[in-house]
């Protein structure tokens, strides 16, 4: 067998596609159509290429021996690869037939595989059940993501440990609550509670339930309370960074005795569930300004989860579009549309600011806009690259010079989403001094 015209860039953090075409010419067209959105290799579809067979999705030409092709497809369903096939043009419904009964996500005809090649490579990698990501419903191919899914399996098995999960908004913090739901215990509850969205009182009756006749307003057959709801299952602690210091001190002795008193209860009552925690401050910097309590965080984070923003994982981009084109087009009865080459361009260019979130309420947008079989970048409510930042003005409330850093020192922590980390790098200074004045400025509040 003759080598691989060319082989992978081991650096390209792409998806990984095999082309095993036996023509010579249509295994070229068929690479070049995928250059821009993938790493190809090619090779003649031999059983020893198929014995070493590393990618995320192969390229099987249905023309050779079918026991030959059916060796390719068993080896791709062992390892959870997508395989897209273009049929024998002697025998095209026999080829696609057995192409398909052996497990190919699609088959091409081979006069038009090379022009719808790219569509098919997208519409079978944006698949979050193959491989390693089987039942973690996550989309991506990117180190970052595939961090996410080794740490969930990780996770997954060790139920008596907190996860915490870090992540800037948008970046899909839940969706990894519910991965480690499925990996834990799929049969019991998940149970979400927003710690930003709820007052004291009200996310400490939510979570702890309370006796009937408790406080002026209680429902008169009292409340369970989220960490019994739970029973075995999950509960994620959304935005735990918001909690107050007082629950805060409450929560730490659920996670050590493992237990929880309602609101006007006598007696402490044993809970199972797992706690997962998510935030998208920096628990740490907390800590130092004195709103998040240091042997809290010691116990949450005993496993953490860091989920990157999409900025900093690009080659999702794509992927995670087709995904959102095609739940779209099922929520909307639409017909799916193809992403246009130059919609494509803009969002690879887009910061994504709003993270996943934002990706999809625009797809969902530009479905709703788009006219034909294409979103094009007219459909798209984005520019092209990264918006030009308008600086803040600040406007001073007083020329002391001391009221005047307490007051750039508030507007650089509101920017940066209270990161010390960042905001000192903006302000010029150490860590250790803008904690400093964030203390003095604490205590002369």
Not at 6 to 24: C, G, K, L, Q, Y
Not at 176 to 195: G, L, S
Not at 285 to 311: M, Q, S, W
């Amino acid at each position: 067998m003759q080598p691989p015209p060319h082989t992978p860039d081991p650096t390209d953090a792409r998806p990984r596609a095999v082309v095993a075409i036996t023509a010579v010419g249509l295994r070229d067209a068929v690479a070049a159509a995928l250059g821009d959105h993938a790493c190809v290799d090619v090779c003649e579809p031999s059983g020893r290429e198929a014995a070493r067979l590393d990618a995320d999705l192969v390229v099987l030409d249905l023309a050779v021996d079918p026991a030959v092709a059916a060796g390719w497809l068993r080896a791709c369903r062992g390892g959870g690869v997508p395989v897209i096939g273009v049929a024998s043009p002697s025998d095209p419904v026999g080829s696609t037939s057995r192409g398909l009964r052996g497990g190919a996500h699609a088959v091409l005809s081979a006069e038009r595989a090379a022009g719808a090649i790219v569509a098919a490579f997208h519409d079978a990698v944006s698949v979050p059940t193959r491989g390693e990501a089987a039942g973690l419903g996550m989309v991506g191919h990117s180190p970052a993501i595939r961090a996410v899914r080794a740490a969930i399996r990780r996770a997954g098995p060790v139920r008596d440990v907190p996860v915490l999960i870090q992540g800037e908004s948008g970046t899909g913090k839940e969706l990894v609550a519910r991965a480690i739901h499925r990996a834990t215990a799929p049969e019991e509850p998940f149970v979400a509670v927003n710690c930003a969205a709820l007052t004291e009182a009200l996310l400490e009756a939510e979570l702890f339930g309370y006796e009937a006749g408790a406080f002026t307003g209680a429902a008169p057959e009292g409340r369970r309370g989220l960490f019994r709801a739970a029973g075995r299952g999950v509960l994620l602690l959304d935005e735990i960074g918001e909690m107050t210091p007082r629950l805060q001190a409450k929560l730490l002795r659920v996670l050590q005795e493992r237990t929880v008193r309602a609101v006007g209860a006598e007696q402490d009552d044993a809970i199972e569930c797992r706690i997962v925690a998510s935030t998208n401050r920096t628990l740490a910097d907390a800590v130092e300004t004195g709103t998040f309590r240091r042997d809290l965080l010691y116990r949450l984070n005993a496993f953490t989860i860091d989920v990157a923003p999409l900025r900093d994982r690009p080659e999702d981009i794509v992927p995670l579009a087709w995904h959102f084109v095609r739940d779209a087009a099922a929520r909307f009865d639409l017909t799916a549309p193809r992403l246009a080459s130059d919609a494509i361009r803009a969002l690879r260019a887009h910061r994504w600011p709003g993270n996943v979130r934002e990706l999809r309420n625009v797809i969902d947008g530009a479905l709703l806009r788009a006219v034909g079989p294409e979103v094009t970048v007219a459909d798209l409510t984005i520019q092209n690259g990264e918006p030009r930042a308008v600086r803040p003005r600040l406007a001073l409330h007083s020329y002391r010079l001391r009221d005047a850093e307490a007051q750039l020192i508030e507007l650089v922590m509101e920017e940066t989403g209270g990161n010390v980390s960042r905001a000192a790098e903006r302000l010029g200074i150490n860590r250790s001094t803008l904690y400093a004045k964030l203390r003095e400025r604490r205590a002369d509040a």
